[in-house]
């Protein structure tokens, strides 16, 4: 499995990158996608709305199971990867480039100092 060193990760295995102008992509890790097995669907209702860190953003649909998505810090969700809509397994196949679930604008970034950098998810996962 991979983990890129620049991103930020959660205990519920959602990563966040940081991009430009207070902005980030987030998705689930590798071992979530591992975990899951064959992603079929994304549901992301939440396009618009700020939400506070730890909020549910959307679901994830595998073939034998339903998965919440945690929003690592409070964001107001800009775009959902319009990909996913006819490709959900790129979260699968990719889930650290194409496979990216949504784009936020972050609001209190403090927040990213209570999430983990990769060492410490390697630690929770093993």
Known sequence: MHFPEELYYTREHE??????????LVGIT?????QLGDIV??????VGQKLEGGSVFGTVEAVKTVSDLYLPVSATILEKNPALDKSP????QDPYGEGWMIR???EKPEELHQLLRKEAYLTLIT
């Open 15 to 24: 990563w966040l990158r940081l991009t430009e102008n207070g902005e980030a």
């Open 30 to 34: 590798d071992y979530a996608q591992s």
């Open 41 to 46: 669907y994304v549901d992301i209702p939440t």
């Open 89 to 92: 397994e790129k979260v699968n």
């Open 104 to 106: 936020i604008r972050i």
